[in-house]
């Protein structure tokens, strides 16, 4: 069966720095892959996905992510992070033999000025 | 235009109640989906709905009864309500079948038993 693992459960940056969210997933094939992010008292947004072809993809709100098979990963990164990006986010995996989406735990991302 | 609208978005209730949560998708979406989100925001899917034909039920107590009277509409309805259905109930649709296709959430609608 396949599973999503958010290692972090809570990251603490500064306003401007890099910031990299770790996503693993367990499944025996290539799955479709994605991040979601969920502000306070909202519903989830999609930021980005990977379904095959160029291991880096590019979201919106200047995040990306990339693909490594070997690593069975999936990690968000942004360059410079800004406080409104302060928010919860999802890693998802998704089957291709199956109708429904897997998500992590989440990962809870709080911004200092 | 809010695409995928859930009402209400907040509902206290007490234990042993029946309570309908509704949600409505003007995407022109094909499916529809309901999540639960517990306390420790751990996300996981209840029911999808493909043009009104159920077609996951992800082991969810039959006291949750989901109703779709057309594919823009998938309403939640629980009875007896217990302390541990207290979470954040979300509703999504994405375009067709198939975990390949971008999923819009509503808001969310908070579900408090007391």
């Known amino acids: 069966a396949q599973s999503v693992t958010q290692p972090d459960i809570h990251i603490t940056v500064s306003e401007g720095a890099s910031l990299e969210l770790r996503c693993n997933y367990s499944?025996?094939?290539?799955?479709?892959l994605f991040w979601y992010v969920q502000s306070p008292g909202q519903g989830l947004q999609l930021l980005l996905k990977?379904?095959?072809?160029?291991?880096l993809v590019q979201g919106i709100k200047g995040f990306e992510a990339e693909f490594k098979r070997s690593q069975s990963s999936f990690n968000l990164r942004k360059p410079s992070v800004h406080w409104s990006d302060a928010a919860e986010y999802f890693c998802?995996?998704?089957?291709?033999?199956?109708?429904?989406?897997?998500f992590g735990t989440g990962t809870r991302l709080q911004v200092f000025p | 235009d809010t695409a995928v609208s859930q009402t209400p978005k907040y509902l206290v209730t007490q234990m042993g109640n029946d309570k309908s949560i509704k949600c409505e998708q003007n995407l022109g979406h094909d499916t529809m989906y309901w999540y639960k989100q517990d306390s420790k925001k751990f996300l996981k899917i209840m029911f999808s709905?493909?043009?009104?034909?159920?077609?996951i039920n992800e082991t969810v107590p039959n006291r949750f009864s989901p109703k779709s009277p057309d594919k823009a509409h998938l309403n939640l309805h629980i009875n007896s309500l217990e302390l541990g259905d207290s979470a954040v109930y979300f509703c999504?649709?994405?375009?067709?079948?198939?975990?390949?296709?971008?999923?819009?959430f509503g808001q969310g609608t908070r579900l408090t038993v007391v």
């Open positions: 709905y493909n043009n009104k034909e159920l077609i």
């Open positions: 998802a995996v998704g089957a291709r033999n199956t109708d429904k989406l897997i």
């Open positions: 990977y379904f095959s072809g160029d291991t």
């Open positions: 999504a649709s994405t375009h067709s079948r198939g975990p390949n296709t971008e999923a819009f």
């Open positions: 499944y025996g094939a290539t799955p479709y």
